[in-house]
């Protein structure tokens, strides 16, 4: 395929195609899965318009869940952070209805984050870091005040002069010096979530800082869980803090030393074509390569894990299409399905 550092991919409704974000030339393209090499036609093109960082750039995608309208999040050129939404006109994004949803100062390079998630009611979800450097240094992760280190709710509809609103249900709705828009907190890097097809519980991959990555998990509705950042790394103190009292556990966790160095979160497989598979979170680690797999099982307090015995170099991220089978992108421009053997 003829693809440049692919970062992201989603599937539209009624649509076969995938659709992928290439996170250094800010191109958003389309290609058959099925169809390999195939065709890659452009969605939309903002080269010159986003950042050329190393963590930086075109991150994130989503559609509306019609289908007719297309969310992007990535760094201007300045480095902060930007949620546009376009018109789709067929399989291109109309360019002159581009509205900008929302806007984030980034405070360093990296840790941007850069996932988007819709949700049955059309509400986003999105996804940001700490803000960047070793650390934490602006304490991102537990200020209630600041939207870096969190995965942010809103609902992308303009109201008035605001360009979107907040859900009425969100776990800080009303409570004073914390921002509303916040649905989950204390978070490094959540570098990929997901929500399983099935339950709708979200699985997050968060990027550890040197020796742990680690998998957070929660149940439908559960909303407004610290994961801990930057008070403690998977489930060990960081920098000698106390965990706060209402810190939730990570599903699991990976040492380092085991190989890896930066977690890469992926989907709860719900597809037709691996049974042995069904409900099982499949995620990777950028360094190792391997495929590992995770129970699905609600309350498992140690959850069956292993690999899968697939690997595949520099895993970017993964995608899910709407058969729920699972595809898995890679820094060298290919795109991997699942399938069995």
């Not at 598979?277 to 699905?296: E, K, W």
């Amino acid at each position: 395929m003829d693809l440049e550092s692919p970062v992201a991919a989603v599937s539209r409704f009624g649509d076969k195609l995938l659709y992928v974000a290439e996170q250094h030339t800010g191109r958003v393209v389309a290609l058959d899965p099925a169809s390999e090499p195939g065709p890659v036609q452009e969605v939309l093109d903002l080269r010159g318009k986003v950042a050329q960082g190393n963590e930086q750039g075109l991150l994130g995608l989503a559609f509306s869940i019609d289908g007719s309208k297309l969310f992007i999040h990535y760094n201007n050129p300045a480095g902060d952070s930007r949620i546009d939404e376009y018109t789709m006109a067929k399989e291109v994004a109309d360019v002159s209805t581009r509205r900008e949803i929302f806007a984030l100062k980034q405070p360093f390079p990296n840790h941007n984050g850069g996932q988007l998630y819709v949700d049955a009611n059309d509400f986003l979800y999105i996804g940001f870091g700490d803000g960047g450097l070793a650390g934490d240094p602006l304490n991102s992760g537990q200020d209630l005040n600041s939207l870096l280190g969190k995965i942010l709710r809103i609902d992308p509809r303009q109201s008035g002069t605001s360009a979107y609103r907040v859900p009425a249900d969100n776990p800080f709705v009303g409570r004073s010096g914390v921002r509303p828009e916040i649905w989950q907190w204390g978070l490094r890097n959540p570098w990929r979530f997901s929500f399983d097809m099935a339950t709708n519980d979200l699985w997050i991959g968060d990027v550890g800082q040197n020796v742990y990555e680690e998998i957070n998990h929660t149940a439908d509705g559960v909303a407004g869980a610290n994961f801990g950042w930057k008070l403690r790394e998977g489930k060990h103190p960081f920098n000698d803090a106390a965990a706060p009292p209402d810190a939730v556990d990570p599903v699991f966790e990976y040492s380092h030393d085991d190989g890896g160095c930066s977690v890469t979160g992926g989907y709860v497989y719900r597809g037709a074509s691996i049974s042995a598979l069904n409900g099982v979170y499949v995620f990777a680690d950028y360094c190792a390569g391997d495929l590992i797999g995770i129970s699905g099982e609600r309350g498992a307090t140690q959850p069956a894990h292993g690999p899968l015995g697939l690997k595949v170099a520099e895993p970017t991220s993964f995608a899910q299409d709407a058969d729920g089978e699972i595809y898995v992108l890679s820094r060298d421009g290919s795109i991997s399905k699942l399938v069995s053997k």
